[in-house]
């Protein structure tokens, strides 16, 4: 969660984007990162949570996030609440965020 606000902060900072961060942890490793990059980008759905997303799926190769868990500074919207469950084919991929329950999404 540190490295997710942190990137929150960076992107906040650099003036990318809203102060949003995640990271993609796989097996106790990061596999995918993103802050949001809306402004920087001029794309509408570089949230950061699609961006980690994008970076994940790029690293490991594949589209599943089966046995991911996504750590957020932000409770997810609902363009990015849709994505992840996209990506979990599964059904395991778990998010990390207080204003997301006991249940992630």
Known sequence: MRRAIALARRGATAGDGGPF???????????GEGWNRVIATRDPTAHGEMVAIRDASRRIGNI???GCVLYTSGQPCP???CDLLGADRAGVL????????????
């Open 21 to 31: 961060g995640a990271v993609i942890v796989l097996g106790g490793e990061i596999i």
């Open 94 to 105: 778990r998010v990390q965020h207080p204003g997301c329950g006991r249940h992630g999404l």
């Open 64 to 66: 599943s996030l089966q």
């Open 79 to 81: 363009m990015c609440r």
